[in-house]
């Protein structure tokens, strides 16, 4: 049974993919092996199948398909992640080949395995020696995410670790399965295809330049000289992409290559892809099987295993595979290209019948040990052996937690005299990616926000990031521009609208808040000059940020017209927006969740507050309390709306990739909530968001960095993503700086408890 097979624990559930039948190619047989030899081997053990799809809507794909992926739909890999995740799955194993997954090198295939928990372990059907950058970088990635992977061998292990630095403790070597058939005598089936009479030498395989039939053709004068009644069956259909790229003239050229050698009658090209017991059928009805191959480093032949496994005296250049497969005598090797070698050897086991039926017994024997139930139990033993070393999360009750002090430390590794870089690869700023005006607008708040910063400091630094957004007002355009290179070369002549409302934001913060009166004098004569802006536009975000500026520099200005007038033009627009997208399900202002969502109420709560509107404030309410009750996970912690939710009809919001600015945004919007109703269930709301940055999450991992005041970019499935770019930080401190303000720093904060609605 099961258990005394794996040795290890009860294993229900699996998830495969890889190419599936009817799809024609050697991989969409291995896999489609494969499942039926786990099928009948165990079959307690439900096994999900996830078909890579060259050709949506061609494959009549059977019910053993759970599902498939598009192999250039990035969304669809992402979605099939989703869909692994929630399936119950234990373990993942996932079939390799270069050229069956999409992006460069077939990355695709990692951004699904970086979006599941459960263990992987990677069949590798190619390992390459002197693999191309992307090459290198996918099975890097690989690697990486694997828990246990599989080549077919000895070989595909040594080139995984001196090429690639794997562990080897990481690789397992199981060779490629075969059917399990008796060794019969090749005459008794020779009638069924019309080779009665005949001394038959077979190369099965998709036809290509690399297959090496070119030495086969030229070895057969030799060959029919001494043994008139011998014919050389080439089987396969020519392979796809060379038919796609020159039809089939590479056939047409070894026919006449035949014939040019005077022995067309004794060869004979079967085209078409031949399902896969008539395949074995053929193997058995052959007296010799050959594999010319002109590639020394191809590591893994199923045609050579299924031969071996049916018992065939085996003529083949030493490739990989074969030097492995065919050693001590199990088979017979000739120098790549050497048809006068592939002569000799062909014409001695014609000639012998008692060598031939002795190789036959050996190739047989050997073949024993790899029929496809010893795979389904090699295979099943380590998966169970990845899931058992699996690392347990304890999730422990969940502790009373305190607020962390403001720290300006990682905003200043972040900033030069320029103004604050945005992204970090792990701490080091990356100076490739430049400047935008999002994270200095945002680092120019938080110098208001640092009440305990030192003034020195905070006058540089002040004087730096609005110089910042100084320098990115474009008078021709009337728009700031976002993106600055390093050399401090603008990107563009006008930023988006969503920055463009976001610096409107921060000038209203900075005349509201800031320390120095040269400051908000600067950022209110900054906003009078371009606070009209406001008036053109269109994205809903946008609008809200330059309702939250305009609503700070009113309480800088009371009676400031501009400010009002921002103020008055875009709440109806977001009233009208939200009756035609609600729903009983839906209380929400698009038909789709984004970045940022806790704004758009925050923003309708302070219009509602300066105008006097209290139809704004109750609207902003309600839909701040919908979008809380989204932001939680079944045990009531906060989870922020992650980006792969981004821009999904009606849809309900996924758990990854979650982002510090959606934890700062709730946190800002709930602080806005409590202040204006006074009710006690705002502000364990907005805890609980601060909690999520000290490690209230779903994967218990704090991502702020305490030590230095750096915050992680995200959640992942697997971990923390954990460089540290500007938008994180800031979110962090600015979160800190709310909190704060709030907080008595020895109250502890209820970041586990969920807000009373």
């Known amino acids: 049974m099961m258990s005394e097979v794996v040795g290890t624990g009860t294993i229900e559930r699996l998830a495969m993919i890889g190419n599936f039948l009817p799809r024609q190619c050697g991989l969409a047989t291995f896999t489609t092996d494969v499942y039926g030899a786990m099928r009948d081997r165990f ?72 979006r599941t928990t459960m263990p992987v372990i990677v069949t590798l059907h190619t390992v390459l020696e002197r693999p191309s950058a992307d090459e290198r970088r996918v ?90 009644d011998a014919l050389y069956v080439v089987l396969g259909a020519t392979h796809p992409n060379l038919v796609a790229h020159e ?81 001590d005598g199990h088979g017979v090797l000739v120098d790549f290209g050497d048809a006068a070698a592939f002569a000799r050897e062909i014409d001695r086991l014609l000639s012998s019948d008692r060598d031939r039926g002795r190789l036959a017994e050996r190739a047989y024997a050997r073949g024993r040990t790899m029929i496809w139930p010893r795979l389904a139990e090699a295979m099943l033993a380590e998966t169970a052996a990845a899931i058992a070393a699996q690392p347990r999360r304890i999730v422990a009750a969940p502790a009373a937690i305190r607020p962390i002090a403001p720290d300006f430390a990682a905003v200043e590794r972040m900033s030069d005299a320029t103004g604050m870089l945005q992204h970090s690869i792990y701490s080091i700023p990356d100076r490739r990616h430049g400047y935008c005006i999002d ?35 474009n008078p ?61 536009l269109q994205s809903l975000r946008a609008q809200a940020f330059a309702m939250l500026g305009a609503a700070a520099m009113l309480e800088a200005k009371p009676g400031h017209e501009l400010s009002r007038s921002i103020l008055a033009k875009f709440p109806d627009v977001h009233l009208a927006l939200l009756d035609a997208a609600r729903r009983p399900e839906w209380q929400w202002f698009e038909i789709v969740l984004a970045y940022d969502n806790a704004r758009l109420p925050e923003a309708l709560i302070r219009a509602g507050a300066a105008l006097g509107r209290d139809d704004l404030v109750a609207c902003g309410l309600s839909t701040l309390r919908w979008i809380c009750d989204k932001q939680t996970s ?41 202040a204006q109703t006074n009710d006690a269930a705002w502000l364990a709301e907005a805890e609980r968001a601060y909690g999520w940055f000290l490690g209230h999450n779903d994967l218990d991992l704090p991502l702020a960095s305490v030590a230095d005041g750096g915050c992680f970019d995200g959640l992942m499935p697997t971990g923390l993503n954990r460089n540290q770019g500007a938008e994180s930080i800031l979110a962090l401190q600015l979160a800190n700086c709310a909190i704060s303000r709030v ?15």
């Open 43 to 114: 079959p307690d053990v439900q096994v999900d199948v996830y078909a890579m799809d060259d050709h949506v809507g061609r494959y009549d794909y059977p019910a053993a398909v759970t599902g498939t992926i598009p192999e250039r739909d990035l969304s669809a890999y992402l979605d099939t992640a989703r869909r692994i995740e929630a399936s119950g799955a234990q373990a993942l194993w996932l079939q390799h080949e270069y050229g069956i997954y999409g992006g460069p090198a077939g990355e695709h295939i990692l951004a699904l395995l970086d």
């Open 139 to 228: 099975m890097e990635g690989l690697l990486r995410r694997a828990a246990r992977v599989v080549v077919m061998a000895e070989r595909g292990r040594e080139i995984l670790t001196r090429v690639y630095g794997a562990n080897p403790r990481q690789i397992a070597m199981i060779p490629h399965g075969v059917p399990d058939r008796a060794l019969i005598d090749p005459d008794t089936l020779k009638e069924r295809f019309g080779w009665q009479g005949r001394r038959v030498v077979l190369t099965f395989g998709l036809l290509a330049p690399n297959k090496g039939i070119e030495t086969m053709i030229a070895a057969l004068p030799a060959v029919v000289e001494r043994h008139p």
């Open 247 to 327: 039809g089939e003239k590479y056939r047409d050229r070894l026919k006449a290559l035949a014939a040019e050698k005077g022995v067309a009658d004794n060869v004979r090209f079967l085209d078409g892809f031949v399902e896969h017991d008539e395949l074995i059928d053929y193997l058995q009805a052959a007296d010799i099987y050959a594999t010319p191959y002109s590639n020394p480093a191809q590591i893994t032949s199923g045609t050579l295993s299924y031969a071996i496994g049916v018992g065939k005296p085996v003529v083949s250049t030493p490739y990989v595979h074969a030097t492995e497969i065919l050693a």
């Open 439 to 473: 994270d200095n607008a945002r680092a120019l708040m938080l110098v208001s926000a640092m009440r305990d910063l030192d003034p020195v400091a905070r006058d540089k630094w002040t004087t730096i990031y609005a110089s910042f957004v100084q320098y990115a007002w």
């Open 476 to 536: 021709d355009k009337r728009r700031f521009r976002n993106f600055m290179n390093f050399d401090r070369t603008w990107c563009e002549d006008e930023g988006s609208e969503d920055s463009n409302g976001r610096t409107l934001w921060a000038l209203g913060v900075t005349a509201r808040d800031a320390q120095e009166g040269k400051h908000r004098d600067w950022a209110g004569a900054m906003f009078d000059s371009t606070g009209s802006i406001a008036f053109d």
């Open 634 to 674: 079944p045990e009531g912690r906060f989870r922020a709306v992650g980006t792969e939710s981004f821009h999904r009809p009606y849809a309900e919001p996924l758990q990854f990739d979650q982002q510090p600015l959606e934890a700062q945004a709730t946190v800002d919007a709930c602080l806005t909530a409590h």
């Open 743 to 757: 907080s008595q720093a020895q109250r502890p904060v209820a970041g586990a408890e969920r807000a009373a609605a």
